[in-house]
T-cell receptor, first 114, second 118 residues
Framework: DTEVTQTPKHLVMGMTNKKSLKCEQH?????MYWYKQKAKKPPELMFV???????INESVPSRFSPECPNSSLLNLHLHALQPEDSALYLC?????????????FGSGTRLTVV | AQTVTQSQPEMSVQEAETVTLSCTYD???????LFWYKQPPSRQMILVIR??????QNATENRFSVNFQKAAKSFSLKISDSQLGDAAMYFC???????????????FGKGTKLSVIP
């Protein structure tokens, strides 16, 4: 299995809703990432988990709450989002020890906040 | 901090022809990795090719090759025999080889949108 699977593919939520994005990989990668990508822009790093511990939080607002329950799963809990949070949310994974291997990305969740 | 610059927002190429996408970067490090990622309309970021800074030999993957000029801090991507499926946004990216939290950062350029004309 050489894939990163993200669900759902599309999500529309109101500003008072609570929802979660899910990411799963079975490649044995111990680093997992959340990126946010606006249209026609490069991805922006949000969070990094290394060995299931939060390693980097790029000053992301608290309405985004990541969780890494095990080495294969990464969640992003969403609450009280704003319309400007509408974007493509990409999950990625990589080997911790092989920095030259690159990241494996999922297909993303297209989030629309109304 | 490292920066990656892609100076061509859009490019087009005739099917079966060759096209070169430009990328320059700025870093004070001597050991690092460079990548080209492709993002088609399907949205998934796909790794096209990678280069290790300490290797002088340019990387090649089938129709994709790079021209890595370390002194000039240049990392261009050449696509030969272009196909319709090559149409996508292409991102150049930099990753430090040092240990620690900084090595998790993948610094992207702003991207080049490639169109392939039948």
């Amino acid at each position: 299995d050489t894939e990163v699977t993200q669900t759902p593919k599309h999500l529309v939520m109101g500003m008072t809703n609570k929802k979660s994005l899910k990411c799963e990989q079975h490649m044995g990668h111990r680093a997992m990432y959340w990126y946010k990508q606006k249209a026609k822009k490069p991805p922006e790093l949000m969070f990094v988990y290394s060995y299931e511990k939060l390693s980097i939080n790029e000053s992301v607002p608290s309405r985004f709450s990541p969780e890494c329950p095990n080495s294969s799963l990464l969640n992003l809990h969403l609450h009280a989002l704003q319309p400007e949070d509408s974007a493509l949310y990409l999950c990625a994974s990589s080997q911790v020890w092989d920095r030259g291997a690159g990241y494996t990305f999922g297909s993303g969740t297209r989030l629309t906040v109304v | 901090a490292q920066t990656v610059t892609q100076s061509q927002p859009e490019m087009s190429v005739q099917e079966a022809e060759t096209v070169t996408l430009s990328c320059t970067y700025d870093t004070s490090e001597s050991d690092y990795y460079l990548f080209w990622y492709k993002q088609p309309p399907s949205r998934q970021m796909i790794l096209v090719i990678r280069q290790e800074a300490y290797k002088q030999q340019n990387a090649t993957e089938n129709r994709f090759s790079v021209n890595f000029q370390k002194a000039a801090k240049s990392f261009s991507l050449k696509i030969s025999d272009s196909q319709l499926g090559d149409a996508a946004m292409y991102f150049c990216a930099y990753r430090s080889a040092r240990s620690g939290a900084g090595s998790y950062q993948l610094t992207f350029g702003k991207g080049t949108k490639l169109s392939v004309i039948p």
